[in-house]
């Protein structure tokens, strides 16, 4: 089975300032995919970033960016020049690379406060 | 735009009645999702489908059924609902295949069982 470990539950990041979230996994599998949602305050998750394992360069998505490091099990968000809107929880999910249905597995979350 | 829509945003119970929540999404997505999600345990995969009539249990099936009789719309049952099922519930639904295929998430529903 697989686990997802964030390990910071609240942060906090003044505007326009860069903030990085930390997410560690444990799997045996080889191929999957690792994905960021972002869930603001009273308003429905949406998805931030996604990875696939198999590919060695870091997915970026304007001002988010992750660091994909496989061999560490370890897949850091990176929020730069934040903004008042970021202000959410965000969670780290796991995706084994499978025929049926794509199941996930989150992490704990982190709460992201961003300050003015 | 893909929309996953949930009955209801709040809903309040009593211990022992039994408990319907429904979700409708509108982009022919064959695979739905029900999770619970609460402080400090992040979301739980409660049961899922990925297809009409097909469901599978997830981490925490016990408590709860599921009934999808149509493809667009996906119910959770809580038979008999317990103060320990005072909860946040998504629904969620994506795309079936190979691909690491977006989950598409409501609204949520909290619910609160006295």
């Known amino acids: 089975a697989q686990t997802v470990t964030q390990s910071q539950p609240e942060m906090s990041v003044q505007e326009a300032e860069t903030v990085t979230l930390s997410c560690t996994y444990d799997t045996s599998e080889n191929n999957y995919y690792l994905f960021w949602y972002k869930q603001p305050p009273s308003r429905q998750m949406i998805l931030v970033i996604r990875?696939?394992?198999?590919?060695?360069q870091n997915a970026t998505e304007n001002r988010f960016s992750v660091n994909f490091q496989k061999a560490a099990k370890s897949f850091s968000l990176k929020i730069s020049d934040s903004q008042l809107g970021d202000t959410a929880m965000y969670f780290c999910?796991?995706?084994?690379?499978?025929?049926?249905?794509?199941?996930?597995?989150f992490g704990t979350g982190t709460r992201l406060q961003v300050t003015l | 735009d893909v929309k996953v829509t949930q009955s209801s945003r709040y809903l309040v119970k009593r211990t022992g009645e039994k408990v319907f929540l429904e979700c409708v999404q509108d982009m022919d997505h064959e695979n739905m999702f029900w999770y619970r999600q609460d402080p400090g345990l992040g979301l739980r995969l409660i049961y899922f489908?990925?297809?009409?009539?097909m469901k599978e249990k997830g981490d925490i099936p016990e408590g709860y059924s599921v009934s999808r009789e149509k493809k667009e719309r996906f119910s959770l049952i809580l038979e008999s609902a317990s103060t320990n099922q005072t909860s946040m519930y998504l629904c969620a639904s994506s795309l079936w295949g190979r691909g690491p295929y977006e989950q598409y998430f409501g609204p949520g529903t909290r619910l609160t069982v006295t």
């Open positions: 990875q696939e394992a198999y590919k060695q």
């Open positions: 489908s990925y297809d009409v009539k």
């Open positions: 999910a796991f995706m084994k690379h499978s025929g049926t249905a794509s199941k996930l597995t």
